[in-house]
């Protein structure tokens, strides 16, 4: 009998241990695994949103950029910030100034990707949208991710229209865009301007979603033929 009850603890004995375990488990580590994402190379990348404290990140990341993605970035090259312009950039609400910046898990001293809207005072529920990815993260799908993140942020914050100017030569980022269904509702010779229609989820009815998917056909097409003529 002896014998039995000890031979059942030490069955039991390993699942106790990891429950007990789980429950050990610092709130701290789980939170940060939920913003762990893995790219197409399996780079392993954290992301979350960006303070004043991220700053030297943040400079660590620009001087990584070629002038090309400067150029595309700022529209103009960009050679540094002065205070105030960090300060702008980096102590913001994440409300209606939001950042959403990317470490690469094995290297927390440089930010490789940033992905920022900033409410448009006049109209708070739309946005314009900037995003960068350092040159040597490029084209491994980042700056899908930031972007699909910054939608889901703005999403949950209210705002329902995301606004971008974009140079004309951006291949890259105009395939984005039209990846996501936005349209291009006006054009100087340097750039086009896109806008991305957001949903609210608690809005998104099973009516609505088929009435919305034959739309971003039709938009998509429109998209189509514009990024092709674009390129
Ligand atoms: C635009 C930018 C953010 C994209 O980041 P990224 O991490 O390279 O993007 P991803 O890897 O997620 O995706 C790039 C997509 O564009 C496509 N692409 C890349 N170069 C392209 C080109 N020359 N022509 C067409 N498509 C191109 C890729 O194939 C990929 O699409 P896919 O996943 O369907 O294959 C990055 O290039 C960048 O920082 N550019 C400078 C700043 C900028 O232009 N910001 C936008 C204005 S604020």
Known sequence: ML?????????????????LRILAWPSSTMAKHENIYQLKDQTCIELGLIGPQDK??????FKRLSPRTNINRFHTFKTGFTEKELDYLLNIDNVHHLAIGAIDCKNRNIGVGLARYICQQENPDQAEV???????YQGRGLGKLLYQQLINKAQQNGVNKLRNVIKKDNRAMLHILEQLGAIQISENDQVYELELQLKRPADFSHSE??????QKTSVRNKMTNMAVTAI
Not at 56 to 61: A, D, K, P
Not at 209 to 214: K, L, N, Q
């Open 209 to 214: 979603a088929s009435s919305e998917s034959s």
């Open 3 to 19: 014998k039995m009850i000890r031979n059942s603890f030490l069955i039991l004995q390993k699942p106790l241990r990891l429950f």
């Open 130 to 136: 900037a995003i960068t990815v350092i040159d040597e």
């Open 56 to 61: 030297q990140r943040y400079l660590n990341g």
